[in-house]
């Protein structure tokens, strides 16, 4: 009896939720809060700890809708810190997760299996947490990234195949630079080595908000794009200047706006989920 009012509740719910929720007819964009990292030093990114007062990194996931297909760009924390309060990584560093992009998913009337292609700027764990909740998903990744991740994984130190090895077998477009991923020029993948061998960023023309470029970790810090620094782990570092350069043209060529990513004072000012985009 109890479950079935706890049914009734939830379909109740969900569709005045998705009542409130209005069908995909232009690009739209949700943020998602998936955790948040704090960390005492961040001599490491190649900064000093004076060059900024920034401890806090946002963790974003972000949901794409577009008229032909749903698609996820970064998953986030691992699940598994997620309702846990602030977790303790490593010394002088702490993860918070309050609620699963899972849990976020659902109350949009959304799961997994609504996804049809998942995008992850890089594979490591602040991006790629969640990618195993989506083996039905196409993968968008770059060749290089995909050999790396898949087959090479020792060899990068920072990538944990445990968090996306499910995806082993799931249909996956290995790419080779830049990517429409709809045909319309309206989502673009961006091929931005360094950070990773096949480290990416993602652009979206949308109507009302404009021209808009996630960074995924190209830069972590607004102070990392000033001072051009680049983190002392990442895989390549003339490739991440090269990448840089690339970056910012585009921005410049497109007027478009970037939004980093872990930027904690960025997503502060920003409307997340349920709220979205157009
Ligand atoms: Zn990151």
Known sequence: MGNVFLLIMAALTSSALTESRPPVEALRLTVFDCGSLRLEDVSSFGLTNADTPVRDLFVPCYLIEHPQGNMIWDTGLPLTFAGQGRVALQPGATVLYEQSLLNQLAVLGLGPADINYLGLSHM???????ANAFPGSTLLVQRMEYEAAFDHASDYPVFDPRLYEGLRGSAATQLEGDYDVFG?????????PGHTPGHQALALK????????LSGDQYHFR???TLHSVPEFNHNREATLASMAKLEAYLLANQATLWIEHDQALA???????AFYE
């Open 184 to 192: 319309d020029g309206s989502v673009m993948i961006l091929s931005l």
């Open 223 to 225: 102070a990392s794009r």
């Open 124 to 130: 490591h764990f602040d991006h790629a947490g969640a």
């Open 268 to 274: 502060d000012s920003l409307q997340l989920a349920p």
């Open 206 to 213: 949308l109507a009302d908000t404009g021209h808009l470029v």
